[in-house]
């Protein structure tokens, strides 16, 4: 799964939090970090928090948003290199100064570059990947996945990206690689009902003692 670093240019201003937050939670999901989401929501609002408190509203910023090997990396770039944050220890009853508290907890690392026009502050955030295109999931989503690139049915191209059609492409041949296996399990004299209701109990059971709701599949 490809991930390209991509950026986005924005004026820091409260009413912008929101929409960073809904665009990274898109291209997150896009690329499969679906647990990462919420920690990295959370220290872009505390990036962009730290801008407008300290150098100012509407000042010039950007996002940028890469892999950093296996970890997440989420930078704000801003243009004032005075105003640099600072891991405060804030009291229990404190309004402010919890931000940079904040990340440090859920990031596995942080910190402050100071380039010859701006300042740019950045986390890296794990994603439990084996490499930085792999997928998520472990050892069965990278199995199914070189399952799946090996799998051609007829003619058809093989497709990349994440655009609905190719969604709906990807589930078709998932769809067509149990099918295959149903009719390998019942040319071999096995009972493919039986295989079909094992396989979808250890599905559930996996995905509840990971932590997740499982998707009832329909057949």
């Not at 150098?55 to 010039?60: A, F, Y």
Request: aromatic share 6%; net charge neutral; glycine share 8%.
């Amino acid at each position: 799964m490809p991930r390209k670093s991509w950026d986005l240019p924005f004026l820091a201003e409260l009413e912008e939090v929101a929409a960073l937050r809904r665009v990274l939670r898109t291209h997150l999901r896009l690329w499969g970090l679906h647990d990462s989401i919420d920690a990295a929501e959370l220290c872009v609002s505390e990036f962009v928090a730290n801008v407008i408190n300290h150098v100012g509203p509407g000042t010039p910023t950007t996002l940028v948003v890469s892999m950093n090997g296996t970890h997440l990396r989420i930078e704000v770039h801003d243009p004032d290199m005075r105003a640099l944050p600072i891991l405060q220890q804030a009291d229990a009853d404190s309004e402010t100064g919890r931000g940079m508290t904040l990340v440090n907890a859920v990031a596995d690392r942080w910190g402050v570059l100071l380039r010859p026009d701006r300042k740019v502050t950045w986390c890296e955030l794990a994603t439990g990947l084996t490499s930085s295109n792999g997928h998520a999931g472990g050892a069965s989503v990278t199995r199914a996945q070189a399952l799946l690139g090996n799998y051609v049915v007829g003619r058809q191209p093989r497709e990349s990206g994440a655009s609905r059609w190719g969604k709906r492409r990807a589930v078709m041949t998932v769809i067509n690689v149990i099918t295959d296996l149903l009719h390998w399990l019942r040319a071999h004299g096995c009972d493919a009902d039986e295989a079909l209701d094992r396989a979808q109990t250890d599905f559930e059971v996996q995905i509840e003692a990971a932590g997740s709701r499982p998707c009832r599949a329909t057949w």
